[in-house]
Each structure stands twice: as C-alpha cells, then as structure tokens.
C-alpha cells in the first residue's frame, strides 16, 4: 500500500509540475529586465507592468473584455439556473435531448462554435435588415452560449445534493413554490450558482476563438489584443498582461472560495 502512495503521489506531482511549467515560465517572464526574452536574464524589473498602461489598447481590451464577460455571466446565470432547474427536476419528454443541448457549448471546438455563430448572425443581419455582425450586444450573446453550460452544469451539480424532503416538507408546513425556492433550494445551491457564475466569467474573459468570429474592426477583446500584439512584437509585456490576468482569476476565485466552499462543487 505504501508503494502504491509514493507511485500515485509521484505521478500526480508529475501531472501537476507538467500544467504549471507554462505558468511559471510566463510568470517569470514578466520579471525580466531586457526586452528581447533571452536566457538566463540580464536582471529583474517591473517596468513591463507598468509599460501596459502605456499601452491603450490593453487596457480598452480589458475593459471590453470586462463588459462582455459580466453581461454574459448575470444572463447566463438567469437562463442557466431555471434551465438546471427544470431538467434536474422535471420529467418531461425532451429532458434528455434538452439536457445534452445545454452541455454541448462544452465539447464543441471554439473555430467551429464561432463559424456557426458568424453565420448565424450573417443570416439574421440579412433577415432583420439591422446591424448584428459585430456589435457589442452580438458578443455579448456569442459569449453567453459558453457561458451557460458552466452554470448549467454546476447548478445541476448542486441541485443533486439538495434533499427534496426538505423543499416538500416547507410545501407541507404552508410554502408556495416560490418560497420554498428562496428559502429552501437557492441557499443550499448557492455555491454551484456561484461557481458556475465564475467559471463562467473566466472562460468569457478568456476566450479567444469565438470572439475573433464576432467582434468588430478596432473595437476587439484582451485575449485578441494579445495575439494582434504578439504578431508584431515580442516582449515581457505581454507575460505582464497574462500575470495581470491570472492574479485577477486567483483572487477572485480565493474570495469566492472563502464564502461558499467552490469545493463543494468542483
């Protein structure tokens, strides 16, 4: 048994060094003095994080970003929890199908959900005869299909760990349905509503492949920012820009941990 320990702590040590070597690289990066990456570094500076707000266009991209990844996270949330809710605990015909629906933005490739989300607002735009393709509220729908399966898939998550005979027992003792959900179901979920909410805005801030479908000329997203940078330039700048990012998503997650328990859900 002891063998077997040291073999699945090794092997686990290993998977967990392989995920953070790029992390720690980018990281170290972002420290260096010279601005041509070379090694070993010529010295150490924090010129490079403050050489961002030189930069406008990292801080409009982040803005942008910020925009689209709140709006699509709280619509998201609004639509993903009633739709958990209705295919956790409702039988009806479609369920499954409608389940598999909710989960598909998960397992699609990005190019390939971005294409599908180009042509389908070629098509409305042509339709309508109204400016879709490449407005703010187009992004901001793009970029709430994948965020609802975080939601959906977390809420359902905490949605199986809620006992009914509670919510019966507040119907019995004279709840209606609506404060039985307040009362009962929303406080015992609310660290998968929560989760999903997060993992939601993290994977909108940091998507890249939907939004190069559906943004617009000059008006582009920080992880597009990065890469038009990277075509012409290459420094410690953007290894700041990606440290930046990554300690935003560290505290917000340490924060969201600290009341309620992501642990529980993920």
């Known amino acids: 048994m002891t063998v077997r320990r040291v073999v699945l702590n090794t092997a686990a040590s290993l998977g967990l060094l392989y995920i953070l070597t790029p992390l720690i690289f980018v990281t170290w990066l972002a420290f260096f003095r010279q601005e041509i990456p070379s090694f070993p570094p010529e010295g150490y500076s924090l010129h490079w994080f403050a050489a961002i707000l030189d930069q406008p266009k990292f801080v409009d991209g982040f803005s942008l970003s910020f925009q689209v990844g709140v709006l699509a996270t709280a619509i998201g949330l609004a639509l993903g929890v009633p739709a958990a809710l209705c295919v956790t605990r409702y039988q009806f015909r479609m369920r499954a199908p409608l389940a598999s629906l909710l989960l598909l933005p998960l397992i699609v490739p990005g190019v390939v959900l971005g294409t599908s989300m180009y042509v389908f607002h070629v098509n409305l735009e042509n339709t309508l005869d109204v400016d879709v393709l490449g407005t703010f509220y187009a992004l901001v729908a793009g970029h709430v299909v994948i965020v609802m399966p975080w939601v ?75 890469l038009q940078y990277l075509e012409w330039k290459i420094d410690p700048t953007i290894a700041a820009v990606s440290v930046v990012q990554i300690l935003l998503i560290a505290i917000a997650m340490l924060i969201t941990d600290r009341y309620v328990k992501l642990a529980r859900v993920v």
């Open 152 to 226: 959906v898939r977390l809420v359902t998550a905490s949605l199986a760990g809620v006992d009914r005979a509670t919510e019966e027992a507040a119907q019995n003792l004279g709840a209606n349905a609506w404060v039985t959900f307040w009362r009962i179901t929303l406080p015992a979920i609310r660290p998968g509503i929560v989760a999903g909410g997060l993992f939601g805005f993290v994977t909108s801030f940091g998507n890249l492949e939907l939004s190069l479908f559906l943004v617009a000329p000059g008006r582009t997203t920080l992880p597009i920012v990065i």
